[in-house]
């Protein structure tokens, strides 16, 4: 009779491990495929950057120094002057007077002043009148262009505001109507201002 094996020596035999997985391919990156010449370079956005010209500035180009404080407070700066157009407030004398300087400053002229005649009118559809204050007396003309010449009282004191022509000794008024009680009384302090405010104007322009 032939040996069979014994079912005993089978059992003894450990059994075989499973295979290991196959791992799956490997994919490329991102930046194995780009060149290295291309390498990003990253920046901090949140300091200031300075210009790519700054290192090649040349060194032996001159750089204008620039005024130091004190520099500065040795050199007094003049005021510069106003040039807007401004409303003078004044007497019938003080607007004769001032007129002289119309051609440096720009303004108008507000004269307080009681209406001393009838109105009546001239060419091109002027309306003239004249106004007085004290002893001083001028002649109003007011063209209608787009207001109208509101009804004058003779006696009251009226608001003119309009440019003096000195050539003809003219008020040429672009505003005319009664004066509010208000303004009345503030007249003659508004005078005082604009005189002290000339005053230091005219100086100013004889020193620059």
Known sequence: MGRQPSPYSQQSRPPLPPPPPVPPPRRPSAHAVQPQKNSWKFTNSFEPQRP???GKRNSNQPQTARPTETQ?????????IENSLRILTAVIDG????????DKVP??????????????????????FLIRDGKDVVQCVFYENEQVLPR????????CVGNYDRSRDVLICVSVRP?????????QEAVK?????MRLLVKLLSEV
């Open 179 to 187: 004066g509010l009680p208000s303004e009345l009384r503030n007249a």
């Open 72 to 80: 500065q407070g040795a050199f007094p700066v003049k005021p510069a």
């Open 52 to 54: 790519s010209f700054e």
């Open 95 to 102: 607007m004769r007077h001032w007129s002289q300087f119309r």
């Open 107 to 128: 303004y108008l002229f507000e004269i307080f002043a009681t209406l001393d005649s009838a109105v009546t009118l001239g060419r091109y559809g002027a309306k003239n």
């Open 152 to 159: 004058l009282i003779r006696g009251q004191v009226h608001r």
């Open 193 to 197: 201002a604009c005189d002290a405010e």
